[in-house]
């Protein structure tokens, strides 16, 4: 049974009034909503506020849903949706990337393996990995939310480009150029650290 199949199975469940259904849901994607929320919100409390009001909106509108789209692409652009709404709201401060803190390990790690820049664990490679991790987050945090956002879905949650533009509500085309962009731009970043030549990525 495929990921998906299952998915729809617990969402007809949460349908036909089993709340404990709903519950599997939100511990099967809380992280990965939570991550996808934290590249729009710094401060934790709210990534969780938002991440909450994401699943309190998908629960309400779960009995409109028919398995046209995948759960995951379904509650993502819920998220995306959520985060800008809460960020558009009266009197919120915008952060500059200078004071963003670089708590992303995970998601650094996760671009990295994707990128194949993994390399053996000697003191001089464990250093340089770190700097690599460090400019990916930099270069991630001054990235348009835009492009981010597509990047994030494409190299950490490993989702299709068909799945990206459904999740941002835009033509497949857009989300690939957001993704080339994104990624060109991080790679300008990488280049000193990597010493690739400029029509190389990395």
Do not use: H
């Not at 789209?69 to 652009?77: G, K, L, M, N, V």
């Not at 490679?125 to 956002?149: C, F, W």
């Amino acid at each position: 049974m495929s990921d998906r199949a299952i998915d729809q199975e617990l969402v007809e469940r949460v349908q036909a009034g089993d709340r404990k259904a709903f519950d599997l849901l939100v511990i099967k994607y809380q992280r990965k909503v939570q991550r996808l929320v934290s590249r729009y919100i710094r401060d934790s409390g709210e990534v969780d506020d938002v991440t909450q009001e994401t699943f309190i909106k998908a629960y309400r509108a779960l009995a409109n849903f028919r398995g046209e789209s995948a759960f995951y692409t379904w509650i993502y652009r819920i998220a995306i949706n959520c985060a800008k709404n809460y960020l558009a709201s009266p009197g919120r401060r915008i952060v500059p990337v200078s004071e963003l803190e670089s708590d992303e390990d995970d998601d650094a790690e996760s671009f990295e393996r994707a990128s194949g820049l993994q390399d053996v664990a000697t003191p001089d490679a464990e250093y340089a990995s770190k700097q690599i991790a460090e400019t990916v987050n930099r270069a991630m945090a001054a990235l348009p939310e835009d492009l981010r956002t597509a990047v994030t879905l494409r190299e950490i949650e490993g989702l299709s480009y068909e799945e990206i533009a459904e999740a941002m509500d835009c033509p497949i085309g857009t989300v690939r150029s957001r993704i080339f962009r994104a990624r060109e731009a991080i790679a300008a970043e990488l280049r000193p650290l990597l010493g690739t030549r400029e029509d190389r990525r990395w």
